[in-house]
Nanobody, 124 residues
Framework: EVQLVESGGGLVQAGGSLRLSCVASGFTFDDYSVGWFRQAPGKEREGVLCTSKIDGSTYHADFVKGRFTISKDNAKNLVYLQMDSLKPEDTAVYYC?????????????????WGQGTQVTVSS
């Protein structure tokens, strides 16, 4: 059974940091490009960061601006999202996902399945 379980969210003050984790079961992250997405209340889900399995290149949304970093631990089948300099507008539910395409001008998720996500709330 394919599962994605995100964790590490919480309440943090503006300027603070969080590290989100995502563990996969039923498949191996190493076989895919992977990324993080987020959905704020009343808004559509949007891409945050992804890393390509082809060459390890990372692509990010404009709002990231060097504040977030994605990494993988293939041995543990984990993906991390390190978030620094958090802003209130980063408040959202964050999800990890596998991608068929992760490039500068094309992101395409590889599955309709989404985990439960992890809530990040940034207070001002």
């Amino acid at each position: 059974e394919v599962q994605l379980v995100e964790s590490g969210g919480g309440l943090v003050q503006a300027g603070g940091s969080l590290r989100l984790s995502c563990v996969a079961s039923g498949f191996t992250f190493d076989d895919y490009s992977v990324g993080w997405f987020r959905q704020a209340p009343g808004k559509e889900r949007e891409g945050v960061l992804c890393t390509s399995k082809i060459d390890g290149s990372t692509y990010h949304a404009d709002f990231v601006k060097g504040r977030f970093t994605i990494s993988k631990d293939n041995a543990k089948n984990l993906v991390y999202l390190q978030m620094d300099s958090l802003k209130p507008e980063d408040t959202a539910v964050y999800y990890c996902q596998t991608l068929t395409y992760c490039s500068a001008n094309r992101w395409e998720v590889s599955s309709d399945y989404w985990g439960q996500g992890t809530q990040v709330t940034v207070s001002s």
